[in-house]
């Protein structure tokens, strides 16, 4: 295997510096850079409120005045709107200028309760700070101030108090701009301008807490920090979100000992400082009551509290005597959750007992063979002149990606052309948006990819794939060759892979992907469900809820001998088990993660592990000692040793340091091609609908039904079809239905959707109320059901 | 000839030359038939008849200047769109609401076509591909006279594909607002065309020729500019040049009113008139009512610093009423005779502002309402002689540095020009305190009789914010 | 029912397409709709977010900018007294006490019929013919208290109704464009070329 350089990131140097003079100090500019961003790199702070690099400046709250000298005199404007230009002179400290930033910032006081000790955001508030630095030092409005009513909610998670609003237009902008969620604007004129939703709409966007997090005054808070910290208790991390695979760059903040906020960082090649609203939040469930403290061991047809050393003594017996059978007794599945470190602990003690069968994945993955295509970074897909999406809605899993991608379209004029069988979140934003039905997309690939303007467009520059798997009723069969159509039409193509599951590129690389042409996790599952497996091991997966074919894990869980969990809590899938170790979350432990582009980054510790649990990689040191195999591992550090130096991939990340900050992208082998399977699907018979099932951002996921603010957000399951065809089935929007597949149906709600093509019917996967996996059979390509109307 | 108008009275004809009143006289002045009857779209069949870069020549070397308030000359504004940049558009400034100011609505209501007309003449000349016709939201009886005037220029094939049969074609859309005085403000009345709220844009990077409506290059031009155009299009460039100065040619509408004779709205020469013959002159407001003594006029709309009858000779020229502290604006002159309350005046014109503020830049909406407020004491009776002083701070924080006001021979105040410096977006903010300014500097003693002489001790609630800083840091 | 109303949906269309971009159409639409139903509601808003292609708030949002849209209904005739300066001059706080006296409401009130509103409203741009008042838009000038009495008699008995339409209702004449003499709009991205006749020739 040849390992080629890991792409270079550096950014090119801006051959056009522009020079200038900020306060008499010669400064290189970038052209076209703003005079603030210019300051940013001085030591001249310039305050501001409205102005935020990631959007577009509208020069509104004025606080950012200073002067440039012209051939007519200093000249006051706004530096968050002036652009630098060659030669420029700059002053952001003379009388006139202190002057007007003191006006305006006695302006902004004027009306604003001062309500510093009862406020969330005292302490750390850029308005309380610019006032001590750039303020009058005391006000002269005596008049009375604004009144609304203190905070009203604005969605199920932010609070919004007008008094507190100083109208800067961050929240509004970040809603319209970034999020494409324009559900929160300014209402009224003048001195009436207020920030409301719509009467009734609220601000339902998966995003809304980065609104909280720029709001540069407490006007916005978000319902789980409210009150639970002051900013000088607050102790502070720097990590890498594994929610999902983005893996957003977050400061991890803890208050006596308890997590009690994430905010996003800002870094380019990633997330830009946004986080989603499922990652910022569901740092609840860490704190959760429900978390596991004790290993659990089965006493009769209950789990009871255990010792470590009892428990370990038992993990041990039970993988011992299933390997006398033969090491194809024994499977791993799970590990994409952990850190590399983690996943290559395992991984090195699977080796080291032979056990072949071992899964990060979970049946709804991509072949890992994606991994080895000429890859493409985000960075690279936001800049490339195409970006194909056959991939899983971004914006329900891989939500700030989606943001990246939209900002793509929308500012630097990328075209997406989007394959997919109901519209996504980003449909409004393609160029061609060309619909298919489960089953034959590599025909329609084929098709669209041939017309005439579709082969001029993907001539005009870089073209990179966004694949993944957009239907868990559907085989990874036909993604493969739908991607092996686009490589035939496109041989320079790149992909970027995006497989969900937080560290799932890190665990499949670390080795957590089947040995020796064993089989995956679902022919693991399948011998699991022949009574084949005497031992199985879940590494912080919960499969009853995480794999489609439900039928076919509660048989699996059943038939194996000996059940073993690695969980932070209790979960349908391991409430049988044999013995549960509970294990150290995220944020209770070091190391590293690997993002789905394959950029290494630090994860953090910030408190400490709940109870007595640990880090997976430590429980599988312990394991190997207890059985015998020693993997040498005597501390993180050294195990992130052995990674660096054992899989290539990792070597990059061998200096600590390069996994801070931007983090350093994975080594990469020579990429091979790909040749899908033929493979078609059968024919729908005409009065069936073939089914989608997909998974949204609030689903019953384990981290999201354990985290008090989120949970309440999960919506019921429902079926949606097109208008036409709840028509045709004749029955009311919202109506039960009867719904069924071979031999199997349920009742459900069903719903008018106009984003579902005709023919298909969309089912959100994991949500609560009915359970539709009885549907699901993981044996059939594609899966149509009928479906009729109650009588 | 029926000389009784149903609509849009006010305006006085006088024995002056017309360009943009000259079918005013007729009760019909609005219907296409008339004006077909009136030399209508002969200049645009003149523009027609000639290439376009010609007649953009034209109107340059005719120095049409800007009715709108600003002045710049519309010739060199076409020129200002970046080359090859497609489309352009072209928005008429319909939405006159400048406290005084009354003309356009006059144009709009009685001789829509002549604006049509000049709309087509502007779109031919710069290449404009489709055309937005602006009108006020409370201007009812406008907006139907300019609904019809199009329907009937649209059958009648003066507008739409091909017109009078030439490859020139284009599209005038009737469009009205609904009420918000900062609409008037052109990359407000864009983004208000574009849906949204009529929020001003930064200028630069938002100049409107080079990045307006839809971020495309833009046109505005305000009624009267382009009402201009049919008849220098009819009687050529020596002829308008004629009229008026070199740097002022043509002539312009104004509205005397206030404590005058005879309120009206009048087409005066261009840069020759004086304020004291629209004051007093006999063909125009024929002197203060009941042969009072003037006390103060406002010279170019609300937004104009004050004069006094030291000031009534300058003539309706920039270049001259500039420097003596002032602007001409919209031709609006509102004039104040010796009973006026000064301090009640001022604040009808500081709550307009205020009210009318669009919220969006800090100076603005909150110096505006906060300036507001202390006057309404003060005129009130509640004031103290400290509010007086906060009024000036208050008003530094809109317009640091020395705000412009006229030289006053009694008082011994010399002029101090125009323009101010600015901490807002546009013009409304420092605009509500042009009249608090002028009316404290010219009439302070008013002002102090008005307060009670004390000394507000200033509360010091920012302290509190800084300590919590601290803590902080 | 306060969506648009079908003959309404079509010349919404009508409007829409005469702007290179939908959004454009909205304060057209916020005025159809107020003209139907009087002031606009709240479904009125999303409906006019669906027709248009933006979110309800995003519609409120530019709505509740401008001071022609009401959000509560108002009387039939909503009377706006001007107080600007030119006004103020010439006695428009003593016609405004008279219309309160007149119509036993407080400026900003409704009379208990609903017949009237009454509002204080800024520049009319009629300064010249102070003190200035519409009703519905449509001017009175020179106002006098006496006049004024009389106004509100006359609409109140219904013989002003050729001159007043009700609430809502502004140009009583629409924009039509006959389709064969349209140039029609389109998308500024969709134009790419200078315009025919700038072709350094005489158009005719
Ligand atoms: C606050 C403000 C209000 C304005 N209102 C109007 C207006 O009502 N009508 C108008 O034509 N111009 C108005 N203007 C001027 C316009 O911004 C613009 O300069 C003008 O329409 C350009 O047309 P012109 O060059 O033909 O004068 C206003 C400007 C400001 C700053
Ligand atoms: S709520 Fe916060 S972010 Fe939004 S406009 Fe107000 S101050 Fe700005
Ligand atoms: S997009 Fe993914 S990585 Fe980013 S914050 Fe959300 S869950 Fe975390
Ligand atoms: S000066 Fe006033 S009206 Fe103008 S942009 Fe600022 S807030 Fe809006
Ligand atoms: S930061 Fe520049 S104006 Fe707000
Ligand atoms: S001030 Fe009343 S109409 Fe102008």
């Known amino acids: 295997m040849t390992i080629v350089d890991p792409i270079k990131e550096t950014a090119p140097v801006d051959p056009n510096i522009v020079n200038i003079t900020i306060n008499d100090k010669p400064v290189a500019a970038r052209k076209g850079e703003l005079i603030i961003a210019a300051a940013d790199r001085t030591e001249d702070f310039i305050p501001r409120f409205c102005y935020h690099p990631r959007m577009t400046p509208v020069g509104m709250c004025r606080q950012c005045l200073v002067e440039v000298e012209t051939p007519r005199g200093p000249m006051m404007v706004v530096s968050c709107m002036t652009p630098v230009a060659e030669g420029q002179i700059v002053h952001t400290a003379t009388d006139s200028v202190k002057k007007a930033q003191e006006g305006v910032l006695e302006l902004l006081l004027a009306n604003h309760p001062l309500d510093c000790p009862v406020c969330d955001k005292g302490g750390e508030c850029p308005l309380q700070d610019q006032a001590f630095s750039h303020g009058p030092g005391e006000s002269r409005f005596v008049e009375e101030k604004r009144h609304y009513e203190k905070p009203i909610a604005i969605s199920d998670i932010v609070y919004l108090d007008r008094e507190r609003c100083i109208l800067c237009d961050r929240c509004t902008r970040f809603a319209d701009e970034v999020a494409g969620d324009a559900l929160i604007t300014f209402t009224s004129?003048?001195?009436?301008?207020?920030?409301?939703?719509?009467?009734?709409?609220?601000?339902?966007?998966?995003?809304?807490?980065?609104?909280?997090?720029?709001?540069?005054?407490?006007?916005?808070?978000?319902?789980?920090?409210?009150?639970?910290?002051?900013?000088?208790?607050?102790?502070?991390?720097?990590?890498?979100?594994?929610?999902?695979?983005?893996?957003?760059?977050?400061v991890v903040q803890s208050s006596r000992d308890e997590l009690v906020r994430y905010q996003g960082v800002d870094i380019d090649p990633v997330n830009w400082g946004w986080l989603c609203d499922r990652g910022r939040y569901n740092f609840e469930s860490v704190n959760?009551?429900?978390?596991?403290?004790?290993?659990?061991?089965?006493?009769?047809?209950?789990?009871?509290?255990?010792?470590?050393?009892?428990?370990?003594?038992?993990?041990?017996?039970?993988?011992?005597?299933?390997?006398?059978?033969?090491?194809?007794?024994?499977?791993?599945?799970?590990?994409?959750?952990?850190?590399?470190?983690?996943?290559?602990?395992?991984?090195?003690?699977?080796?080291?007992?032979?056990?072949?069968?071992?899964?990060?994945?979970?049946?709804?993955?991509?072949?890992?063979?994606?991994?080895?295509?000429?890859?493409?970074?985000?960075?690279?897909?936001?800049?490339?002149?195409?970006?194909?999406?056959?991939?899983?809605?971004?914006?329900?899993?891989?939500?700030?990606?989606?943001?990246?991608?939209?900002?793509?379209?929308?500012?630097?004029?990328?075209?997406?052309?989007?394959?997919?069988?109901?519209?996504?979140?980003?449909?409004?934003?393609?160029?061609?948006?060309?619909?298919?039905?489960?089953?034959?997309?590599?025909?329609?690939?084929?098709?669209?990819?041939?017309?005439?303007?579709?082969?001029?467009?993907?001539?005009?520059?870089?073209?990179?794939?966004?694949?993944?798997?957009?239907?868990?009723?559907?085989?990874?069969?036909?993604?493969?060759?739908?991607?092996?159509?686009?490589?035939?039409?496109?041989?320079?193509?790149?992909?970027?892979?995006?497989?969900?599951?937080?560290?799932?590129?890190?665990?499949?690389?670390?080795?957590?992907?089947?040995?020796?042409?064993?089989?995956?996790?679902?022919?693991?599952?399948?011998?699991?469900?022949?009574?084949?497996?005497?031992?199985?091991?879940?590494?912080?997966?919960?499969?009853?809820?995480?794999?489609?074919?439900?039928?076919?894990?509660?048989?699996?869980?059943?038939?194996?001998?000996?059940?073993?969990?690695?969980?932070?809590?209790?979960?349908?899938?391991?409430?049988?088990?044999?013995?549960?170790?509970?294990?150290?979350?995220?944020?209770?432990?070091?190391?590293?993660?690997?993002?789905?582009?394959?950029?290494?980054?630090?994860?953090?510790?910030?408190?400490?592990?709940?109870?007595?649990?640990?880090?997976?990689?430590?429980?599988?040191?312990?394991?190997?000692?207890?059985?015998?195999?020693?993997?040498?591992?005597?501390?993180?550090?050294?195990?992130?040793?052995?990674?660096?130096?054992?899989?290539?991939?990792?070597?990059?990340?061998?200096?600590?340091?390069?996994?801070?900050?931007?983090?350093?992208?994975?080594?990469?082998?020579?990429?091979?091609?790909?040749?899908?399977?033929?493979?078609?699907?059968?024919?729908?018979n005409a009065y069936n609908y073939r089914l989608v099932v997909s998974r949204t951002m609030y689903d019953s996921a384990q981290a999201t039904v354990s985290s008090p603010s989120l949970a309440g957000i999960i919506t019921d399951s429902a079926i949606f079809v097109n208008p036409l065809d709840l028509a045709r089935i004749g029955v009311a929007d919202g109506a039960s239905v009867r719904v069924g597949a071979e031999g199997t149906n349920i009742v459900i709600a069903i719903k008018a959707h106009n984003g579902v093509h005709r023919g298909v019917a969309w089912l959100p996967f994991n949500h609560t109320g009915v359970d539709i996996r009885p549907l699901l059979n993981i044996t059939s390509d594609v899966v149509d059901v009928r479906i009729e109307p109650i009588k | 000839m029926s000389k009784t108008y149903v609509h849009a009275p006010g305006f006085v004809a006088g024995d002056r030359p017309k360009i943009v009143t000259s079918r005013f006289e007729f009760a019909d002045s609005y219907t296409l038939e008339r004006y077909l009857a009136t030399d209508g779209y002969k200049g645009l069949r003149a523009a027609l008849s000639r290439p376009a870069n010609e007649i953009h020549e034209d109107v340059k070397s005719a120095t049409v200047l800007g009715r709108g308030g600003a002045g710049f000359p519309a010739g060199t504004k076409w020129g200002l769109t970046p080359q090859q940049v497609w489309p352009r558009y072209l928005v008429v400034n319909g939405d006159e609401s400048e406290p005084g100011t009354y003309k356009d609505r006059l144009l709009m209501e009685r001789d829509p076509h002549q604006l049509i007309e000049g709309c087509l003449i502007a779109c031919y000349a710069a290449g404009l591909s489709q055309c937005f016709l602006y009108i006020r939201g409370e201007m009812a009886v406008a907006q139907e006279r300019v609904v019809t005037a199009l329907n009937e220029a649209y059958v009648a094939g003066y507008i739409g594909k091909n017109i009078l049969g030439s490859k020139f074609s284009v599209d005038i859309i009737l469009h009205w607002g609904a009420g918000a005085y900062v609409v008037g403000e052109e990359t407000a009345l864009i983004e208000s065309l574009e849906g949204n709220r009529g929020m001003p844009r930064l200028k630069p990077p938002f100049f409107p020729a080079a990045n307006g409506l839809y971020g495309q290059p833009t046109i505005v031009n305000n009624v009267e500019t382009l009402a201009n155009l049919p008849w220098l299009l009819t009687h050529g460039v020596a002829a308008y040049t004629a009229i008026g100065t070199k740097t002022s040619p043509g002539t312009r509408m104004v509205a005397v009113s206030g404590h005058v004779k005879r309120p009206g709205v009048y087409e005066i020469i261009n840069g020759t008139t004086t304020f004291r013959d629209l004051i007093y002159g006999e063909e125009f407001s024929g002197g203060i009512r009941n042969g009072n003594l003037l006390k103060a006029f406002v010279p170019g709309g609300g937004s104009a610093p004050w004069f006094t009858e030291d000031q009534l000779d300058l003539p309706f020229e920039a270049s001259q009423v500039g420097p003596a502290g002032s602007m001409l604006g919209s031709g609006a002159v509102m004039v104040m005779d010796e009973t006026t309350d000064i301090p009640a005046a001022a604040l009808t014109l500081t709550h307009f502002y205020a009210h009318e503020s669009c919220g969006k830049c800090t100076p603005c909406r909150e110096g505006g309402t906060w300036l507001e407020r202390i006057l309404r004491r003060v005129v009130e009776g509640d004031g103290t002689d400290a509010d007086l002083q906060q009024l000036l701070e208050v008003g530094a924080m809109i317009c640091p540095g020395a705000f412009p006001h006229a030289a006053n021979e009694k008082l011994g105040l010399t002029a101090v020009p125009f323009p101010y410096k600015m901490t807002t977006i546009c013009f409304v903010g420092p605009s509500a305190y042009a009249p608090v300014h002028s009316a404290l500097t010219l009439f302070r003693s008013e002002f102090e009789a008005r307060v009670k002489k004390r000394v507000t001790i200033p509360v010091t609630a920012v302290a509190g914010v800084a300590a919590n800083a601290r803590v902080s840091a | 029912m306060s969506r648009l109303s079908d003959t309404n949906i079509k010349l919404a269309h009508e409007i829409i397409v005469r702007y290179p971009r939908?959004?454009?159409?909205?304060?057209?639409?916020?005025?159809?709709?107020?003209?139907?139903?009087?002031?606009?509601?709240?479904?009125?808003?999303?409906?006019?977010?669906?027709?248009?292609?933006?979110?309800?708030?995003?519609?409120?949002?530019?709505?509740?900018?401008?001071?022609?849209?009401?959000?509560?209904?108002?009387?039939?005739?909503?009377?706006?007294?001007?107080?600007?300066?030119?006004?103020?001059?010439?006695?428009?706080?003593?016609?405004?006490?008279?219309?309160?006296?007149?119509?036993?409401?407080k400026a900003g009130g409704t009379t208990p019929d609903g017949v009237f509103t009454l509002a204080h409203a800024e520049c009319q741009a009629a300064c010249t013919e102070a003190p200035t008042l519409q009703v519905n838009y449509r001017y009175r000038l020179r106002v006098t208290p006496a006049d004024l009495d009389r106004l509100i008699d006359n609409l109140r008995d219904g013989k002003l109704n050729d001159e007043f339409p009700p609430h809502g209702v502004l140009s009583k004449v629409r924009q039509s464009i006959d389709a064969t003499r349209a140039v029609g709009a389109k998308a500024p991205e969709d134009v790419n070329e200078s315009p025919a006749w700038l072709d350094g020739k005489a158009a005719l």
């Open chain 1, 288 to 684: 959760s009551p429900d978390r596991l403290t004790t290993p659990l061991i089965k006493s009769g047809s209950e789990l009871v509290a255990t010792s470590w050393s009892v428990a370990l003594e038992s993990a041990a017996r039970m993988i011992r005597l299933a390997l006398a059978q033969n090491t194809n007794s024994v499977a791993i599945l799970g590990g994409a959750r952990g850190t590399n470190e983690d996943a290559f602990a395992w991984a090195m003690l699977a080796d080291k007992l032979g056990i072949n069968q071992r899964d990060a994945q979970l049946g709804d993955g991509l072949s890992p063979e994606v991994f080895n295509l000429a890859q493409a970074t985000i960075d690279q897909t936001c800049a490339a002149s195409t970006i194909i999406l056959l991939a899983p809605d971004l914006k329900e899993e891989l939500p700030v990606l989606y943001l990246r991608v939209r900002d793509a379209a929308q500012k630097r004029k990328s075209r997406i052309v989007e394959f997919s069988s109901h519209d996504s979140g980003l449909t409004p934003y393609a160029w061609r948006s060309v619909g298919f039905e489960p089953g034959n997309q590599a025909q329609i690939v084929r098709d669209a990819l041939a017309t005439p303007e579709m082969k001029e467009q993907l001539t005009r520059g870089e073209v990179v794939v966004v694949v993944g798997r957009a239907n868990l009723a559907e085989s990874e069969v036909f993604t493969l060759q739908a991607l092996a159509e686009i490589f035939a039409a496109v041989p320079s193509a790149k992909v970027l892979p995006v497989l969900r599951r937080g560290n799932v590129r890190g665990a499949v690389t670390a080795g957590l992907t089947p040995q020796n042409n064993s089989g995956d996790a679902i022919d693991i599952l399948n011998a699991a469900a022949a009574g084949k497996i005497e031992c199985l091991i879940l590494l912080g997966v919960d499969p009853m809820s995480d794999v489609a074919d439900s039928g076919l894990v509660q048989r699996a869980l059943t038939q194996t001998k000996n059940l073993i969990s690695i969980d932070t809590m209790i979960n349908d899938s391991n409430r049988n088990a044999d013995l549960v170790l509970p294990a150290a979350s995220y944020g209770e432990k070091n190391g590293t993660t690997t993002n789905l582009e394959g950029r290494i980054s630090n994860v953090a510790q910030k408190i400490t592990p709940c109870g007595t649990s640990r880090p997976d990689w430590m429980i599988a040191t312990e394991l190997s000692i207890a059985m015998a195999v020693d993997i040498g591992v005597s501390s993180l550090e050294d195990l992130n040793k052995k990674l660096v130096s054992t899989v290539a991939a990792f070597a990059p990340s061998s200096d600590a340091k390069s996994t801070h900050g931007d983090g350093v992208l994975m080594a990469r082998e020579t990429p091979v091609t790909i040749s899908g399977k033929a493979s078609k699907a059968v024919d729908r």
């Open chain 3, 22 to 105: 939908p959004k454009s159409a909205l304060i057209p639409l916020l005025h159809l709709s107020q003209e139907q139903n009087g002031y606009i509601t709240r479904e009125a808003m999303q409906h006019l977010g669906e027709l248009v292609g933006v979110t309800s708030a995003e519609v409120y949002g530019t709505a509740s900018f401008y001071e022609m849209f009401k959000f509560e209904p108002v009387g039939k005739y909503l009377i706006n007294i001007c107080g600007t300066m030119s006004c103020a001059l010439m006695g428009a706080n003593e016609l405004m006490h008279h219309a309160e006296k007149k119509l036993g409401v």
């Open chain 1, 189 to 250: 004129r003048g001195n009436d301008t207020q920030v409301l939703t719509f009467p009734d709409e609220p601000f339902s966007s998966y995003f809304s807490g980065n609104t909280v997090q720029i709001c540069p005054v407490g006007a916005l808070t978000a319902k789980p920090y409210r009150f639970k910290a002051r900013p000088w208790d607050l102790e502070q991390t720097e990590s890498t979100c594994t929610s999902c695979s983005v893996g957003c760059r977050t």
